[in-house]
């Protein structure tokens, strides 16, 4: 069973655009939720998580949780160069807290 | 800010041969993690280790797979004989721990194994 999925992209936007970042999972258990952005050779690095619904807002990141139909999103507005990277939705789902499932992870390109 | 930090930043071995990837933690984390990613596909969870024992473990750590905590702050991932199919990038983890405490990772060995 494909537990979190995500449209692998590659999406490219112009400097100053909003993003949107798309992610679907399958367990109703999942309650909490995890955005990471990894750069090329890099590791995954934690921008936001979130737990149930709702929106959560960090800076120019918000993070979205619509339980209903089992979808979660990530926006950034007023995209910049330095936002290109692939991002990894993922979540610790229903069971143990250590076992993140993630998504493959979407690519995306901000040009200048 | 503190970080997870991994080496060697990449290892090359024969097949058949053991691999050890060391990882240093986040000085006060108490959960530690390895995480592994194939070339295009997606991070996948190794196992999880806790109070000096394995918490969980996935299908794909077998008994080929080893973590150890061998002194206060290290923690180590050995492969013991190697495959072909081992080449991919692992990523040490740490948490402070408790309810959904979030993962910090290190920047990854990339395993070759040939």
């Known amino acids: 069973q494909k537990e979190v999925e995500q449209d692998p992209g590659p999406l490219s936007v112009p400097e100053g655009a909003i993003v949107s970042l798309n992610c679907t999972y399958s367990?109703?258990?999942?309650?909490?939720f995890m955005w990471y952005r990894q750069y090329s050779r890099k590791g995954p690095e934690l921008l936001m998580y979130?737990?149930?619904?709702g929106n959560k807002e960090d800076g120019r990141f918000t993070a979205q949780v619509d339980k209903s139909s089992k979808y979660i999103s990530l926006f950034i507005r007023d995209s910049q160069p330095s936002d290109s990277a692939t991002y990894l939705c993922?979540?610790?789902?229903?069971?143990?807290?250590?076992?993140?499932?993630f998504g493959k992870g979407t690519l995306l390109t901000v040009n200048p | 800010e503190p970080e997870v930090t991994q080496t060697p930043s990449h290892q090359v071995t024969q097949m058949g041969q053991e691999v050890i990837l060391r990882c240093v933690p986040i000085?006060?984390?108490?959960?530690f993690y390895w995480y592994r990613q194939i070339l295009g596909q997606k991070v996948e969870f190794l196992v999880s280790?806790?109070?000096?024992?394995?918490?969980?473990k996935s299908e794909i750590f077998d008994d080929q797979f080893s973590v150890e905590r061998p002194d206060g702050s290290n923690f180590t991932l050995k492969i013991r004989s190697t495959k072909l199919e081992d080449s991919a990038m692992y990523f040490c983890?740490?948490?402070?721990?408790?309810?959904?405490?979030?993962?910090?990772f290190g920047n990854g060995t990339r395993l070759t194994v040939t």
């Open positions: 983890a740490s948490s402070v721990g408790g309810a959904n405490s979030p993962l910090h």
């Open positions: 367990n109703s258990a999942f309650q909490y």
């Open positions: 979130t737990y149930s619904s």
């Open positions: 993922a979540s610790p789902g229903g069971g143990s807290n250590y076992k993140l499932t």
């Open positions: 000085s006060n984390h108490l959960y």
């Open positions: 280790f806790y109070n000096n024992e394995i918490s969980e």
